[in-house]
């Protein structure tokens, strides 16, 4: 006999990654990892010439705004597009808040109802449904945020690769920097899966703590004085509101001394550290911190004299930090 009362698995949605978003003139938009192009709600009210709010109370009540007059217009409109879906928008997790982001077919059908079917008819709807009808928002979008889907590559390869080319020749003969000498860690935590960006940005950690070992121990009466170099953020980093940037480098002769000091030191008692913190900050999620610290402490200790049960209990630690911490 059928068990009509078995309880249903849970679904559970997880918003879709954003590869790119900005604002230009006004209208937000941005591209997802996939390559769908999309409007934000403010982005697109404004190209419709009407309210944020009128989009977002709109999309907020879809399943009985379509049952009324606008919403049977649109209803229409949309299906002649091919869309199906029961929402206008897609949630898409942007800086830590979750964004409206709506599709190709849903912005151009709006777009067209407030340029021709709404009382009264939007001109500005108008010029805007015209622009893209030379085109299509796909194209509109990409060339707007600088996106070309022939040569995407993943955001966090992107971000380390502008800031490895943006210290490329930087550094003076004879000594060497933090970012270039942990490009291997940065490169094992982004296969690792973990998000290397502008929130994570593990030579600062490591600069500072080896900073504070160079002082405190006076290498530089054994190796030699440090120097200080010009270093630029990309420009759509935070940071690169400070550019240029002066970390110092360190002369070559005190090469193996950072190797020993970063491989005994600073990944077994400094790296788990910077990776809670991260997690409390609420810039990583415990799984996240979890691959952080088996792609990158793990590996490097062989020979150490820490043990790998030691670094268990760190995983589990940092695993069971609340996720809402203030």
């Known amino acids: 006999m059928k068990n009509d009362t078995m309880p249903r698995p849970i679904q559970i949605l997880l918003p879709l990654k954003v590869e790119k978003?900005?604002?230009?003139?006004?209208?937000?938009?941005?591209?997802?990892?996939?390559g769908?192009?999309?409007?934000?709600?403010?982005?697109?009210?404004?190209?419709?010439?009407?309210?944020?709010?009128?989009?977002?109370?709109?999309?907020?009540?879809?399943?009985?705004?379509?049952?009324?007059?606008?919403?049977?217009?649109?209803?229409?409109?949309?299906?002649?597009?091919?869309f199906t879906g029961d929402s206008l928008f897609m949630p898409v997790e942007v800086n830590g808040s979750i964004h409206h982001a709506y599709s190709e077919a849903v912005c151009t059908a709006i777009l067209e109802y407030y340029a021709f079917e709404s009382n009264p008819i939007k001109e500005h709807a108008a010029i805007n449904f015209r622009k893209l009808?030379?085109?299509?928002?796909?194209?509109?979008?990409y060339v707007q945020v600088g996106y070309d889907p022939r040569h995407n590559i993943p955001s966090a390869w992107k971000q380390f690769?502008?800031?490895?080319?943006?210290?490329?020749?930087?550094?003076?003969?004879?000594?060497?920097?933090?970012?270039?000498?942990?490009?291997?860690?940065?490169?094992?935590?982004?296969?690792?899966?973990?998000?290397v960006d502008n929130k994570t940005v593990p030579d600062i950690s490591v600069g500072s703590?080896?900073?504070?070992?160079?002082?405190?121990?006076?290498?530089?009466?054994?190796?030699?004085?440090?120097?200080?170099?010009?270093?630029?953020?990309?420009?759509?980093?935070?940071?690169?509101?400070?550019?240029?940037?002066?970390p110092f480098v360190y002369p070559d002769a005190a090469l193996p001394e950072f190797r020993r000091w970063i491989?005994?030191?600073?990944?077994?008692?400094?790296?788990?550290?910077?990776?809670e913190n991260q997690q409390k900050a609420r810039a990583l999620p415990p799984s996240i911190a979890q691959l952080a610290i088996e792609a990158v402490a793990l590996p490097s200790i062989t020979g150490s004299k820490i043990s790998n049960q030691s670094f268990e209990e760190t995983i589990q630690r940092i695993a069971q930090v609340p996720k809402e911490v203030s």
């Open 263 to 275: 491989r005994e030191v600073y990944f077994t008692e400094k790296f788990p550290e910077y990776i």
């Open 161 to 195: 690769h502008d800031r490895v080319s943006l210290t490329y020749h930087k550094i003076p003969n004879g000594f060497f920097s933090i970012f270039k000498e942990i490009a291997d860690m940065v490169v094992a935590m982004i296969q690792a899966g973990v998000p």
């Open 209 to 246: 703590h080896w900073g504070k070992y160079w002082t405190s121990y006076k290498l530089n009466e054994k190796f030699g004085e440090r120097l200080q170099y010009e270093h630029n953020y990309p420009e759509y980093f935070p940071q690169a509101k400070s550019n240029p940037q002066y």
């Open 133 to 141: 009808a030379q085109s299509s928002l796909r194209a509109f979008v």
């Open 36 to 82: 769908t192009a999309y409007l934000t709600g403010s982005g697109l009210a404004r190209m419709c010439g009407t309210t944020e709010s009128t989009i977002r109370e709109m999309a907020n009540s879809w399943s009985s705004e379509k049952l009324k007059p606008r919403g049977i217009v649109i209803s229409n409109l949309l299906s002649e597009r091919g």
């Open 21 to 34: 978003e900005i604002e230009k003139d006004g209208v937000g938009m941005g591209v997802l990892s996939d």
